[in-house]
């Protein structure tokens, strides 16, 4: 089942990333003929599309025909994971903190809540190395 895609989104989001055609078929694991047809004439597989979308890093929905416009909407606009770290960092904040004063309540000291502070913690450097990546990949990319 062939689907309709945005040509001119498509083309404008490989080009914001400096990418060729040849090196968007490659990091999607596409053919060259492939992208070369999608970006000529719209029509795409689902699965082609998924995978332009995802390298491209915004949603398979957002490359629709009918998302055809000027300018790059909301939910195509690719995500840094800021804002998604801030809310992790929060949720992280006020259930360790309710870990500690329940250990502190029941043992007098801080015994076992330092343990999933520190794995959780683990995840958090971990997502917050990644948001730092992906900002600075784009500033460096100006």
């Known amino acids: 089942?062939?689907?309709?895609?945005?040509?001119?989104?498509?083309?404008?989001?490989?080009?914001?990333?400096?990418?060729?055609?040849?090196?968007?078929?490659?990091?999607?694991?596409?053919?060259?003929?492939?992208?070369?047809?999608?970006?000529?004439?719209?029509?795409?597989?689902?699965?082609?599309?998924?995978?332009?979308?995802?390298?491209?890093?915004?949603?398979?929905?957002?490359?629709?025909?009918?998302?055809?416009?000027?300018?790059v909407q909301e939910s195509t606009k690719p995500r840094d994971g800021s804002k998604g770290f801030f809310t992790h960092f929060f949720i992280y904040a006020t259930v360790n903190v309710g870990l500690v004063l329940l250990d502190l309540h029941s043992s007098g000291s801080v015994t076992w809540s330092r343990w999933p502070m520190m794995g959780w913690g683990l995840g958090l450097v971990t997502h917050w190395i990644r948001v730092r990546k992906s900002l600075f990949g784009k500033s460096d990319e100006k």
């Open 1 to 71: 089942m062939e689907m309709k895609i945005n040509t001119q989104l498509l083309k404008k989001l490989r080009e914001e990333k400096a990418w060729s055609q040849e090196h968007l078929a490659e990091v999607s694991n596409l053919s060259l003929r492939t992208v070369q047809r999608v970006e000529s004439d719209g029509n795409a597989s689902p699965e082609t599309k998924m995978a332009l979308a995802s390298v491209l890093g915004v949603e398979s929905a957002s490359l629709g025909a009918e998302s055809i416009s000027g300018t």
